[in-house]
């Protein structure tokens, strides 16, 4: 026979709050889901709040914004194009730059920044040396030491006995 249970049932989102949830777990502003939800405008930064407060509201979001995460692997692997990026894919042969062939269209990712100036567009590659830092960070190759300089220990020499 089953003994009815002491923990109470969990609490079901209302239609706003469903809204709220999508939305939010979409663009991760809580004033925008709460307007885009139909909550009031004059206090949608409030109900954000409180939204994001409450525990259902919190348990319908989780697994929502655990499939927003980029894997480890996705993030070292963007960092490691990064640091091996160069322009070349965006350079003819004659020198001008090109963003439109295939070749460019594909390695966009690599661009930090396009600027429009007097002289034409020019564009920015992400820092490969900031990247091969990170990805050594990541796994463990060096250890910032407080500011004052970092601990590089790519490989180590046998002891060979000594």
Known sequence: MN????????KKLTPKERKFVERYALHLNGARAAREAGYSEATAKETAYENLTKPH????????LEA??????????????WARADMSPFVTEDGALDLTSEEARANLHLIKK???GPRG?????????????????AQGKIN????????VTIFQLPDNGR
Do not use: Y
């Open 3 to 10: 003994e009815p249970s002491n923990t109470p049932a969990p």
């Open 57 to 64: 509201i919190k348990e319908a979001l989780a697994p929502l």
């Open 68 to 81: 927003r995460q980029m894997p480890v692997e996705e993030g070292i692997s963007r960092l490691t194009d």
């Open 114 to 116: 396009i600027t429009q």
């Open 144 to 151: 910032p030491q407080g500011g004052n300089g970092v601990n």
């Open 121 to 137: 567009i020019s564009i920015e590659l992400h820092d490969a040396k900031d990247a091969v830092v990170k990805i050594l960070e």
